[in-house]
């Protein structure tokens, strides 16, 4: 998280936060989908698909990658990419309870 100050901060929190900032592109999720749609993916389909770059979707794969939620095996010369099932069931796991917590003022007494 950069030079912020992170200590008064939990684990889950900076965790959450580190997650949902790399899917805080379109592009990232644009191509999250793609691969959740093919179950895995060559970077080469992903540019043809997205329509951008390959440096930058490979960029973007890269950010994905760091944290987990895309793994990519090399295969050739090419790598392919396929969701992180756990690593997604671990973000749906922490994020529940954020939006559980948010949806949880249904009265008319907040804001």
């Not at 691969?35 to 060559?42: A, H, P, Q």
């Amino acid at each position: 998280m950069g030079t912020t100050k992170t200590e008064q901060y939990s684990e889950t929190q900076i965790e959450l936060a580190s997650l949902l900032k790399v899917l805080g592109h379109p592009a990232r999720i644009a191509i999250v989908q793609a691969v959740m749609k093919t179950d895995s993916c060559v970077c080469g389909d992903l540019v043809t698909e997205i329509e951008l770059a390959q440096s930058t979707v490979s960029q973007h794969l890269k950010e994905l990658k760091s944290v987990g939620l895309i793994k990519g095996t090399i295969e050739g010369t090419s790598v392919c990419y396929c969701i992180d099932k756990e690593r997604w069931q671990h973000l749906a796991n922490v994020i529940t309870p954020l939006l559980a917590d948010g949806l949880a003022c249904n009265d008319n007494s907040c804001c």
